[in-house]
Structures are given as structure tokens and as C-alpha cells.
């Protein structure tokens, strides 16, 4: 009694601010909502808010200008959601019988439906804040218990909506199906927790997915809003930071569209890729699967978001020809012990609720009499009750309609994912005011310590047990809330088998969960277990056959050798490959892309041609070179009883000859297309030359420099002349040769030169090149070379002085210095350049040195023999007689030296 006077004084008080507010401030009802669901408040301490689609749409009003704002009328019945409202009950129902949870009151429940749509999503926020239809934000006015909480709503677009509202008064939201990830995001729904996985995991699960099958090449389709958005943003994200390329990317239109369906649909078809990955639920995409239906298409892999995974709307027989083979994902599954009973347990005769009474005539096709009147009063078919339009059937419900008759998603509870999830919202929030109830005043959360009253508490207060959750289900899942406003991720991987009695059924093939305590995640799959739709299963995509079509054309087909590099989507990202619209893949190694970047061509490849006008320059100056070379030899010949050639050792200086003519000719191997034996070749003649002519200069200083020690010793001790031996030449010139010979042996047995494609220092060209096979036999090899050139220069050097008129030692000094200027200066001039100009510097450092060593000992000489031959006298020579000729290269200063020129002569003298 006095309960009941409380109540009549609260709704006076309330109607009276109510009044006020209305007469203060001159107000008007600009609109009444339409709300309808499932109620049970009184006689209940508590009460929880549930949102749930009943419904798969509202119907689509193009002439909202011209009516008074009414709220819209809902379509399509969703047995789903009446299961999934049934768990609500369900568990409602057991934690009110449970002594251990809430023993002291009973929790109610307040259900509207949501009609899958934000609008409807709104409107039943605004009246759980409110308490009534006509709403007055910011006053909740209702007769009947308080209410605690809201589950709810299904899609997460609905879920956004909502929980910015109930965010505004903190009021707690637990969704049961919202997974988009963006509702992770405690700042903008401080209020808002759920029971499902982010989609953040699904989407890396997906990208797992695909790398687990290797498929390169992927579409995907989304649903036009939050949830299909960013779980396909998040994977592409994913995917193609691991080379994965997206062959398209389709949004599914939010209003049904029939030239945008068949458009996506005609993309699915034609595209090469075959694995299309869509994130929508059930309610999304049937009509794109019913459009796909009209087509005999095949071959394609869907894989599928947690949302359409086991969904009755889906798997229906007639799609089972392109649906068998789907994988997917789907969120933890739970047998509820006592449920099946529950769900049974439900009859229009039982209650008023008018969503019982549309329920029993969808499910049973019928009409209930006790509607029926209200249908044919206006003699129309098309009736609009309890708030939804629909066809009535002819035949009239019994009431004796019996649910083991017919096949209905309501009662199959085989795959209870979600109504598990609205199982563990109820018990989360019921936990969360047990807690709340049993706090212990004085050590109580709050200020002071204190708690909170659990008839009368404020929506934060609630807030703050349930972000604390902790506690198990009968499943033994623990549920808790971490940081963010997310359960631990699970997902079990489902395959799509077909039988041939037209029926599937969904197969566990693997699960993708954490290994490490909630941290790292991984895909586990049996790929034997999996019923593959295409023909060759996975293993073969599209993209495979293309690749292998252009291997043929190009008469290269290996297939296990075959490499795939898949990169970017990005056109501007492929450089090195081809690309097909936003598809590309990396041409093999030999190919690049063309300028259209559509086919994979071959690349040009890169050496120095010998018809090209650098070739035939190098050529050119090399046999120009030679024949100088050969010119100055058959002067030699011509003059070989005149004074000069003699007083140079013949045999040496012809030795030097020739192998200056082996130096100029092994620039002709550096040039044109390298092989095996070109590069044998260049690196061996080139040294064997260079040491030849070396080791004979050597030859040539040493016994200057011993004939100028004589001459010193001579001069100081007055002593009898020394007779040199041209043997000894011959000896230094032959070891010199000696050691080369068997550095290059040793050289080309162990690490011989080889022909190399160098692809890595440029992308568009392969640079033909010879590797060296070993640096350091190179290294040794020209490094004695250089030793020699040292020995040369050091030793002609210490003979530059002596007192001849022809002053052999002096010209090697020049001669020398030469060579190591252009050897110098070889070094980084080889190192900063690429490709065939790397060749051409190695050619000029080669013909340069071979020039300055023709020009520095040959010439001069030339120039006496020709020019000058009055000179060409053994007096002249060997520095006995004066010339007067200042500008001659023979004369020195030494002319007046006192050095017994008949010594020099002798040394000089050939055999
Ligand atoms: N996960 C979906 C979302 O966030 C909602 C969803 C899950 C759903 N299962 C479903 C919607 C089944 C419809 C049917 O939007």
C-alpha cells in the first residue's frame, strides 16, 4: 500500500516538472515515436534496457516532406533477434532464481526494437533515458523501476548512435554483437563495453588469414556502415603491409540498389581474384547473394565476417553452389543448458507482447485470428500492425502449431554465438550490481568509502563495478574488461561443407586466439579438414595462371622456380612491376614493366657494344695504339746496327714492345658482350702484360742504377770499368714474368673471372658484367704489377742522373710517374661510375698507361732516329761527345759529366 503511494506521489511530482517544463516554456509534441518490443517491469526492483532488431528494415518513406513527422514502420522479421531477445529472458530469468547473484530483488526488463536501423536505435535510447514516449531530455520520468543498464544494440552502427547518447549521461551500454573497433575507444563512449572481440583482432585474424593460403590477390567487399568500413580498413591495412594486393574494394549499398548490386557483382566474376573477403552482416548482404545466385558463378572463395558466418538468412540451399567452400569466422559458441526449453516456451496466448503474436505467424504461416479483424477491417492485404507491414496469409493460426513441424533459425540452437554473447551481457551487468550491493560501507569504492544504494544508484556508479568485471561463466570464459572496453579475443574458424544432400554444415577447421596470455594471437588451421569450392583448392589463384601465361610467352616456364613478389596496390608504388588496374605483381627478374605498366617485357641488358660509338672509339685508339707500337718495333728493326737501338738492349726493348701490344689489345676483350672466357681474358693478359713490360723496364733501371753505383765508385776509386752482363736484364725480366704467370695460374684455377647479370644497382636494365671470382687473387695479381711499377720508378729514379746524352732512366722516371698518375686516378673514377662506362674507364686507364709508356720511352727515341739521326752516333749516345742541340730530349745536363762513357757504352752493348 504504501509502496503504492509512493509511486502515485513520485508520477505526480514528475508530472507536475513535466507541467512546468511544457507551460514555462510553451512547448509542442513535434513528433511520437513508435516503439515496440518486449516488456517486463513490474514487480521488479531493477530493471535492464534492451535493443535488438526485430526487424531487418524500416520501410523507406521517399515522401517524409509532405506527412507529419511519424516514425517509420519496420519490415522482416528477424528470428534471430527474438532468439537472441530470449537469452536476454533467459538469463534474466536464472539470475532472478539464482540465490547467489542479486538475492535480495529481481531485475526486469524493458526490449525495443532497433528495426536494424539508427533512427529506431535513437528513438528507443531516448525512451530508456527518458522513461516515456514524449521525451524530455535530460528527466527520466517513468512510474516503474529504475532502470540499470541497456544491452544492446545489434550492428555496431546502431551501436555508435546509442552509445554517444547513453555516453553523454554515462550511462552503462553492454554490447552484445557491436564489434566495429572504433567503440573501443573509451573517450568518445565512455560508457559503452561489450562481450564480442573487437573487430581490430578479426581483421588481423582475416590478414592471417591470407597469409596462412599464401593468396596474393584478394576483393573485398564491405557494408555501408561503421562495422563493415573500418573491419575492411583495418584489413586492407593489415594485408598490405605483408604484400597482399586488393583486386577491389566494394561497398555494399545501404538502400537495396539493383544496378549497384549487379555491378558488384559482374566485378566479383570478372576479377582474377577468387578469394573475396566480406565484412557485412547477414541483413547486408543477402540481396548481393541473391543477385549472385542468378549468375552460375564458381570458383570463388568467400570468407566471411563473424556477422553472415552462421547465418540461416545466408546459408540457404540455393547458394549453396558458390557458398560451399566459405571460411569465416565466428565468435565463441556455447551450449546454454535449459535454453532449448526456454526458447520453446513462448505462445501468443501467454502475454500481449504483439511481437509474440507477428513471431507465431511468420513461423507458421498464418494469421491470428484475434488480428485478422483489425487487418480486414480496411479490406487490405497489406496491413500495418504492431508497427511493421506485412502480408497476411490466408490460413488462420490454431494456436496448436507445433515447433518440431518446421525448420526455424528461432529454435536451432546449434550455433549459439550471439545469443551466448546477450547471455553474458545480462550476467555482466547483474554481476557488476552484485557487486555494487554487496559493497561493504566504510571500505566502499566511493568517496569516503563509501557505496552505492542498489535501488538508487547513479548510472557512473554502475559504471565504475561493471569496466571491474571479473568473474567466470558457467562455460568457465572469464570475463573481464582490461583497459579498454574489450572482452579477450577468440574466433573459431569455420568452413562451409557442402554435402549432396543440399545441406551444409559449419566445420571447425581452426581458431585464431591468443597464445600468450592476451597478447600475441595466432591462426591455427587444419587444412586438411577444409572443403575447398574451387577445384584445386587454394592452391592454384588466377593470378598463378597469368603468371605461368607469361612465363610461356616468354618461353621460360619453370614453374617451381617461379618466385612470386607481390607488392603494393599503389600504381605509383610499382615500379619494377607490372600492373593491371590496381592490381600488380613483380615481372621476374629478367622482365620489366613496360611503359604502360601492363606487361612484364624484357629488360634491356647493359654492357659495352663493339658497334656502339664508344666501343668503336676504344677500339679504335687501342689497334691505333698497337700499331705504334709495331711502327716503333719495325723502326727498330730498320735501325737495329744504329747506336740508340743498340745501346738499349734489342731483345728487352722488343720484349717491351710486344707486350705493350698485348696491354693495347686487351682493351678489345673488355669490350662487347662479356662471356666466361672474355673475362678470363681481359684480367690475365692485362697483367701478364703489364708485368712483362714492367719487369723488362725493370730490368733495363736496375742496371742503370747498378752502372750508375759503378760509375760513382769509379769515379771516387779511379777503378777499371765493370762489364754488365745482358743476361742479368733478361733474368729480372723473366722472374717478373715468372711470378705473374703463376699468380694468374694459381687465379684462374681457384676463383676464375665469370660473366654476372647484376639486376641490384639498376632496376631497369641488367648490367652484364664479369665478376672478379676472387679480389684478393686480383688484388695480388695488379698489386705486383704495381710493385714492379714501384721497383721501376725507384730504380730509374736513383739512374736518372747518368751522364749519357740518351738518357734512358730518366724518360721510365716520366714514364713511370705517368702510369701511376693514371692508375691513381683510375680508382675513383672506376668506383663512381655504373655499368658499361665502369668498362670504358677500366679501357682508357689501360690505353693511357700504355700511351705514356709508349709515349715516355718510345718516342724519343723515334724523334732521334727519324729526326735527328746525326745524332744517332755512338759518341752522341753513350755521352762521349757534346751536341749543341739545347732542345733535344737527349741532352741534360750530364753532357759535361767526366763518367767514362766507354763504361756506359759497355753496359749497354748488346749481345
Ligand atoms: N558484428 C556486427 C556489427 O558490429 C553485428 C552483428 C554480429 C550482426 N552478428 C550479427 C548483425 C548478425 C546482424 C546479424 O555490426
Redesign the pocket.
Known amino acids: 500500500m504504501d509502496h503504492n503511494i509512493f509511486h502515485i506521489l513520485v508520477t505526480l511530482v514528475i508530472h507536475l516538472q513535466d507541467q512546468l517544463l511544457v507551460c514555462g516554456q510553451e512547448c509542442r509534441l513535434i513528433g511520437k515515436f513508435d516503439l515496440h518490443g518486449f516488456v517486463e517491469s513490474k514487480n521488479h526492483e531493477l530493471i535492464i534496457g534492451g535493443l535488438f532488431?526485430f526487424h531487418f528494415r524500416t520501410i523507406y518513406n521517399n515522401d517524409t516532406e509532405s506527412e507529419e513527422s511519424r516514425s517509420l514502420k519496420c519490415e522482416g522479421f528477424n528470428f534471430?533477434a527474438l532468439r537472441w531477445t530470449r537469452a536476454m529472458m533467459f538469463a534474466i530469468d536464472e539470475i532472478n532464481k539464482r540465490m547467489d547473484i542479486l538475492p535480495r530483488i529481481t531485475l526486469g526488463y524493458q526490449i525495443f526494437d532497433t528495426c536494424?536501423t539508427i533512427s529506431k536505435s535513437v528513438e528507443a535510447t531516448l525512451t530508456f533515458l527518458t522513461g516515456q514516449n514524449e521525451t524530455h531530455p535530460n528527466f527520466r520520468c517513468s512510474a516503474g523501476a529504475p532502470l540499470a543498464a541497456v544491452i544492446g544494440a545489434?550492428?555496431?552502427?546502431?551501436?555508435i548512435a546509442t552509445a554517444r547518447i547513453l555516453g553523454l549521461y554515462y550511462f552503462p551500454q553492454v554490447g552484445y554483437?557491436?564489434?566495429?573497433s572504433v567503440l573501443s575507444d573509451n573517450f568518445q563512449f565512455p560508457s559503452f563495453l561489450r562481450t564480442?572481440p573487437s573487430?581490430s583482432m578479426q581483421s588481423n585474424a582475416f590478414a592471417s588469414l591470407v597469409s596462412h593460403f599464401g593468396w596474393p590477390w584478394v576483393g573485398t567487399i564491405a557494408?555501408d556502415?561503421?562495422?563493415?568500413k573500418y573491419g575492411i580498413k583495418v584489413f586492407k591495412e593489415e594485408v598490405e603491409r605483408r604484400g597482399v594486393c586488393i583486386a577491389y574494394s566494394e561497398t555494399l549499398p545501404r538502400i537495396y540498389n539493383k544496378v549497384e548490386i549487379e555491378r558488384i557483382v559482374s566485378k566479383i566474376v570478372s576479377s582474377t581474384a577468387n578469394v573475396v573477403i566480406i565484412f557485412s552482416?547477414?541483413?547486408d548482404l543477402s540481396p548481393l547473394m541473391e543477385a549472385i545466385a542468378e549468375t552460375n558463378i564458381t570458383g570463388k572463395t568467400f570468407l566471411s565476417?563473424?556477422?553472415?558466418t552462421t547465418?540461416a538468412?545466408i546459408a540457404k540451399p540455393k547458394y549453396f553452389s558458390f557458398l560451399g567452400g566459405t571460411i569465416g569466422f565466428a565468435i565463441r559458441k556455447a551450449e546454454i543448458p535449459g535454453f532449448q526449453k526456454f526458447l520453446l516456451d513462448i505462445h501468443p496466448e501467454h502475454g500481449t507482447d504483439d511481437l509474440v503474436y507477428e513471431f507465431w505467424e511468420e513461423a507458421f504461416n498464418c494469421t491470428w485470428p484475434t488480428q485478422r479483424g483489425a487487418f480486414y477491417t480496411n479490406m487490405s492485404i497489406e496491413a500495418t500492425v504492431a508497427g511493421r507491414q506485412r502480408n497476411i496469409s490466408p490460413t488462420l493460426c490454431t494456436g496448436k502449431e507445433k515447433f518440431s513441424d518446421i525448420l526455424n533459425t528461432y529454435t536451432d540452437v546449434s550455433e549459439l554465438?550471439?545469443t551466448y554473447s546477450v547471455y553474458k551481457a545480462i550476467y555482466t551487468i547483474a554481476n557488476a550490481l552484485h557487486q555494487l550491493d554487496i559493497c561493504v560501507p566504510g571500505i566502499g569504492p566511493f568517496p569516503g568509502g563509501s557505496c552505492a544504494n542498489l535501488l538508487e544508484f547513479e548510472p557512473w556508479q554502475l559504471m565504475y563495478y561493471l569496466r571491474r568485471a571479473d568473474f567466470t561463466v558457467f562455460t568457465n570464459e572469464k570475463i573481464t574488461f582490461r583497459d579498454t572496453a574489450d572482452v579477450a579475443g577468440y574466433y573459431d574458424v569455420l568452413n562451409w561443407q557442402w554435402h549432396d544432400n543440399d545441406t551444409i554444415s559449419f566445420v571447425k577447421v581452426g581458431e585464431y586466439s591468443s597464445v600468450v596470455d592476451g597478447s600475441k594471437y595466432e591462426l591455427r588451421i587444419d587444412n586438411n579438414s577444409i572443403f575447398w569450392n574451387t577445384q584445386n583448392g587454394q592452391k592454384l589463384n588466377a593470378i598463378t595462371y597469368r603468371l605461368i601465361g607469361l612465363c610461356v610467352r616468354y618461353g621460360m616456364i619453370e614453374l617451381d622456380t617461379i618466385k612470386l613478389f607481390f607488392v603494393r596496390k599503389y600504381l605509383t608504388h610499382c615500379t619494377d612491376s607490372f600492373s593491371d588496374a590496381r592490381e600488380c605483381i613483380t615481372c621476374l627478374s629478367d622482365y620489366w614493366s613496360n611503359t604502360h605498366k601492363n606487361e612484364c617485357v624484357l629488360k634491356e641488358v647493359e654492357f659495352l657494344a663493339t658497334d656502339e660509338a664508344l666501343g668503336i672509339t676504344l677500339i679504335f685508339l687501342a689497334v691505333f695504339g698497337a700499331s705504334l707500337v709495331i711502327a716503333f718495333a719495325i723502326l727498330y728493326i730498320m735501325y737495329r746496327e744504329t747506336a740508340l737501338v743498340k745501346a738499349n738492349c734489342r731483345s728487352l726493348s722488343f720484349l717491351i714492345q710486344v707486350s705493350l701490344v698485348c696491354t693495347f689489345m686487351t682493351s678489345i676483350f673488355f669490350v662487347g658482350k662479356p662471356q666466361n672466357w672474355s673475362c678470363m681474358a681481359r684480367q690475365i693478359t692485362l697483367a701478364l702484360g703489364f708485368s712483362l713490360c714492367l719487369s723488362c723496364i725493370l730490368g733495363k733501371t736496375i742496371v742503370l742504377m747498378l752502372a750508375k753505383r759503378a760509375a760513382k765508385s769509379k769515379l771516387a776509386e779511379k777503378s777499371s770499368p765493370i762489364n754488365f752482363k745482358p743476361l742479368y736484364q733478361k733474368i729480372v725480366a723473366a722472374t717478373g714474368l715468372t711470378i705473374q704467370v703463376g699468380i694468374c695460374t694459381v687465379y684462374l684455377i681457384l676463383t676464375p673471372p665469370f660473366v654476372y647479370k647484376n639486376m641490384e644497382s639498376q632496376n631497369i636494365k641488367i648490367i652484364l658484367e664479369c665478376n672478379e671470382g676472387s679480389i684478393e687473387f686480383l688484388c695480388s695479381m695488379f698489386g705486383f704489377d704495381v710493385f714492379l711499377a714501384i721497383l721501376c720508378f725507384l730504380t730509374a729514379f736513383v739512374a736518372r742522373k747518368l751522364p749519357d746524352n740518351f738518357n734512358e732512366a730518366k724518360f721510365i722516371t716520366f714514364g713511370m710517374l705517368v702510369f701511376f698518375i693514371v692508375w691513381i686516378s683510375f680508382v675513383p673514377a672506376y668506383l663512381s661510375t655504373r655499368g658499361k662506362f665502369k668498362v670504358a674507364v677500366e679501357i682508357f686507364a689501360i690505353l693511357a698507361s700504355s700511351f705514356g709508356l709508349l709515349g715516355c720511352i718510345y718516342v724519343p727515341k723515334g724523334y732521334i732516329i727519324l729526326i735527328k739521326p746525326e745524332r744517332n752516333t755512338e759518341e752522341i749516345v753513350g755521352g762521349k761527345a757534346a751536341t749543341n742541340d739545347k732542345s733535344a730530349p737527349a741532352t741534360s745536363a750530364s753532357i759535361t759529366s767526366e763518367v767514362n762513357s766507354t763504361t756506359i757504352s759497355t753496359i749497354a752493348l748488346d749481345d
Open positions: 532488431p534471430r536494424f545489434g550492428g555496431s552502427a546502431l551501436s554483437a557491436s564489434s566495429c564480442i573487430d557494408a556502415d561503421d562495422y563493415g552482416s547477414d541483413i565476417s563473424e556477422a553472415w547465418s538468412l554465438r550471439i
